[in-house]
C-alpha cells in the first residue's frame, strides 16, 4: 500500500526528499479533472459536466465541459461520478483507539499503549481518514499522548506518512476531578489524559504551553461526568470556572487561536458560552437561552451526534439511563440548533469510535435530525473551512483553493450514505486513491 502511495504522488509539493524532487519537477504540470456533476461546498446546487483545473497545489479555475484543454494536461475522468471537496472532520482523536468497555475502555489507551504503539495507531488514523475523503481534521487533543500531534502533522507535512490536513489541539485542559485516569486508589498519581489546571494562572499557563509548542487550537473540557437528575434532567459536572476559561481564551485570541470546549448542559456549558469559547463541542442539552447566545456571539457548533447512539449501558442501570437521555436530548438540541441557524459544522469524535468504523456515519444522523443533505456536506466542507479561518482555501472547489478533491460513483443528495463510499481522492493536488479509473 505504501508503494501505492508513492507511486501516485507525482503532483505533490511537500517537503520529503522523493516529493520535493517532483514537486520541483511537476509544479507547473496541469491536471485536469471532468466531473460528471460537481457539488463544490458553497452551492446550493449541484453543476453538471464540469472541468476543475488544478496546477501543482491548487485548483487554477473550474469551468463548463466545453472549455479547451491544453495539451499535454493529465486528464483524469471522473465523468461518470459525483465530485466534492475534500471533507472536514471537525473533531477527532487520532491517538484514541476506541473506548469499547469489553477491551478495557478507556484507560487501557492510556495504561497498556506505550507512546510508539499510540503513535503507530495514529499514523493508521490519518491514513484511515484520508482514504475516506477526509483531507482536513482538527483533531482535539491526544488523550494522553502528549505533543504527539505535532509531531504526526509534521511527518505528513514532510511526506513520510499519508495523512489529511491537521489543526490539533495538544494536550487539551480540564481542571481536578475534571477528566480520566480516575477511580483508582488516591494515593496512586495516575496519569491523566490532558493537562489538568487549577486556577486563572495556572488556565493561562498551560496555554501558553501549549500554543508555545505548536497548538493549532486549545481543548477545554467544561463538563465531566453526567448523569439522570431528580427530575429526569441530563446533569453534567461543571469543571473550568468562568476566570479561568476566561484566562485561556485571552491567551488563545491574543496568538491568533480558538478555543474549543467540550461542554454537556447546564452550568458547564453556560460557562463556556459565558468565557467566550470559540465552538462549543457536543452540546447535549442547548437550552433556547443557550441557542440565542451562541447566535449572538457567532459560537460554532459541533454537535458529534454518532458516538452517543453506540455502546449504550444496559438499560436499567443508571449509565444505561445517562446514555439513553444523552441521545434523546441531544436530538432535540441539534434540530433546535439547525432550526435557529447556529453555525453547525460536521465532526465524529472518532477515535472514541474506533477508526475502524466509517467516519461518514455523521451524515446519516445529521440528515436525520434536522440537516438536508446538501447542509449536511457544507458542515463537512466550506462551514467547518469557516471556523478554521481558511474559507475560499478547503472545503470548496474553486480557484485559489488547495485541489483537496473526492469523488464517489453515486448521488449523495440522494443517498448520503453514498459518502461511505468515496472512490477518490486527491490532497493537496497529489492522487491518493482512484477506484474509478477507466483503465
Ligand atoms: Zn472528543
Given at each position: 500500500?505504501?508503494k501505492?502511495?508513492?507511486?501516485c504522488?507525482a503532483?505533490?509539493?511537500t517537503?520529503?526528499?522523493a516529493a520535493?524532487?517532483n514537486a520541483?519537477?511537476?509544479?507547473?504540470?496541469?491536471?485536469?479533472?471532468?466531473?460528471g456533476?460537481?457539488?463544490?461546498?458553497t452551492?446550493?446546487?449541484a453543476k453538471?459536466?464540469?472541468l476543475?483545473?488544478?496546477?501543482?497545489k491548487?485548483?487554477?479555475?473550474?469551468a463548463?465541459?466545453?472549455?479547451a484543454?491544453?495539451?499535454?494536461a493529465?486528464?483524469v475522468?471522473l465523468?461518470s461520478?459525483?465530485?466534492l471537496p475534500?471533507l472536514i472532520?471537525?473533531?477527532?482523536?487520532?491517538?484514541?483507539?476506541?473506548?469499547d468497555?469489553?477491551?478495557g475502555?478507556y484507560d487501557?489507551n492510556?495504561?497498556?499503549?506505550g507512546?510508539a504503539l499510540?503513535?503507530?495507531?495514529a499514523t493508521?488514523?490519518c491514513?484511515?481518514a484520508?482514504?475516506?475523503?477526509?483531507?482536513?481534521?482538527?483533531?482535539?487533543e491526544?488523550e494522553?499522548?502528549?505533543?504527539?500531534?505535532?509531531?504526526?502533522k509534521q511527518a505528513?507535512?514532510?511526506g513520510?506518512i499519508p495523512?489529511?490536513?491537521?489543526?490539533?489541539?495538544?494536550?487539551?485542559?480540564s481542571s481536578s476531578?475534571?477528566?480520566?485516569l480516575?477511580g483508582?486508589?488516591?494515593?496512586?498519581?495516575?496519569?491523566?489524559?490532558?493537562q489538568?489546571i487549577?486556577?486563572?494562572?495556572?488556565?493561562?499557563?498551560?496555554?501558553r504551553e501549549q500554543?508555545?509548542?505548536?497548538?493549532?487550537?486549545?481543548?477545554?473540557?467544561?463538563?465531566?461526568r453526567s448523569?439522570?437528575?431528580?427530575?429526569g434532567e441530563?446533569?453534567?459536572q461543571?469543571?473550568?470556572?468562568?476566570?479561568e476559561l476566561?484566562?485561556?481564551?485571552?491567551e488563545a485570541?491574543?496568538w491568533?487561536k480558538k478555543v474549543?470546549?467540550?461542554?454537556?448542559?447546564g452550568?458547564?456549558?453556560q460557562r463556556?458560552l459565558d468565557?467566550g469559547?470559540d465552538?462549543i463541542?457536543?452540546g447535549?442539552s442547548?437550552t433556547d437561552?443557550n441557542?440565542?447566545?451562541?447566535i449572538?456571539?457567532?459560537?460554532?457548533?459541533?454537535?458529534?451526534?454518532?458516538?452517543?447512539?453506540?455502546d449504550?449501558?444496559?438499560?436499567n442501570?443508571?449509565?444505561g439511563?445517562r446514555?439513553?437521555?444523552?441521545?434523546?436530548?441531544h436530538?432535540i438540541?441539534?434540530q433546535k440548533a439547525?432550526?435557529?441557524?447556529?453555525?453547525t459544522?460536521?465532526?465524529t469524535?472518532?477515535g472514541g469510535?474506533?477508526?475502524t468504523?466509517?467516519m461518514a456515519?455523521e451524515f446519516?444522523y445529521m440528515?436525520r435530525?434536522?440537516?438536508?443533505?446538501?447542509g449536511?456536506?457544507?458542515a463537512?466542507t466550506?462551514?467547518?473551512?469557516?471556523?478554521?479561518?481558511m474559507p475560499g482555501?478547503?472545503?470548496?472547489i474553486?480557484?485559489?483553493?488547495?485541489?483537496?478533491?473526492?469523488?464517489?460513483s453515486?448521488d449523495?443528495l440522494?443517498?448520503i450514505?453514498?459518502l461511505?463510499k468515496?472512490?477518490?481522492?486527491m490532497?493537496?493536488g497529489?492522487?491518493?486513491?482512484?477506484e474509478?479509473?477507466?483503465?
Open positions: 500500500m505504501r501505492v502511495f508513492w507511486s504522488l503532483l505533490a509539493v517537503c520529503g526528499a520535493a524532487q520541483t519537477k511537476d509544479a507547473g504540470a496541469l491536471t485536469v479533472i471532468r466531473a456533476s460537481l457539488i463544490d461546498g452551492s446550493e446546487a453538471k459536466n464540469q476543475i483545473f488544478i496546477r501543482g491548487r485548483i487554477e479555475k473550474v463548463d465541459a466545453g472549455a484543454i491544453p495539451t499535454g493529465t486528464v475522468d465523468s461520478a459525483t465530485v475534500g472532520d471537525s473533531h477527532t482523536h487520532i491517538f484514541l483507539w476506541g473506548e468497555p469489553l477491551k475502555g487501557e492510556i495504561l497498556k499503549a507512546i499510540r503513535a503507530a495507531r493508521y488514523a491514513r484511515r484520508l482514504e475516506q475523503g477526509f483531507t482536513t481534521i482538527r483533531d482535539l491526544t494522553g499522548a502528549g505533543y504527539g500531534d505535532v509531531e504526526i505528513i507535512e514532510e513520510t495523512g489529511p490536513r491537521i489543526f490539533g489541539a495538544t494536550r487539551g485542559i476531578g475534571g477528566y480520566n480516575e483508582y486508589a488516591p494515593e496512586l498519581a495516575m496519569p491523566k489524559g490532558v489538568i487549577d486556577g486563572p494562572v495556572e488556565a493561562r499557563k498551560a496555554a500554543l508555545d509548542h505548536g497548538a493549532d487550537w486549545i481543548k477545554v473540557y467544561m463538563t465531566h448523569w439522570v437528575g431528580k427530575k441530563l446533569v453534567s461543571p469543571t473550568l470556572t468562568v476566570d476566561k484566562a485561556i481564551v485571552d485570541h491574543g491568533g474549543a470546549c467540550h461542554a454537556y448542559s452550568i458547564g456549558l463556556a468565557g469559547c465552538s463541542e457536543h447535549l442547548l437561552a441557542v440565542a447566545q451562541m449572538k456571539q457567532g459560537i460554532w457548533y459541533c454537535p458529534t451526534i454518532a458516538p452517543y447512539y453506540g449504550w449501558a444496559p438499560e442501570t443508571p449509565g439511563q446514555d439513553r437521555k444523552r441521545a434523546s436530548e436530538e438540541s441539534v439547525a432550526k435557529a441557524g447556529v453555525k459544522v460536521f465532526g469524535d472518532i469510535i474506533p477508526w468504523e466509517p456515519i446519516d440528515t435530525f434536522g440537516f438536508t443533505p446538501m449536511a456536506i457544507q463537512a466550506s462551514r467547518a473551512a469557516d471556523m478554521l479561518d482555501e478547503i472545503g470548496v474553486g480557484p485559489g483553493a488547495y485541489a483537496d478533491v473526492i469523488a464517489v453515486g449523495p440522494r443517498d450514505n453514498e461511505k468515496v472512490k477518490f481522492v490532497h493537496d497529489a492522487v491518493f486513491k482512484n474509478l479509473a477507466s483503465k
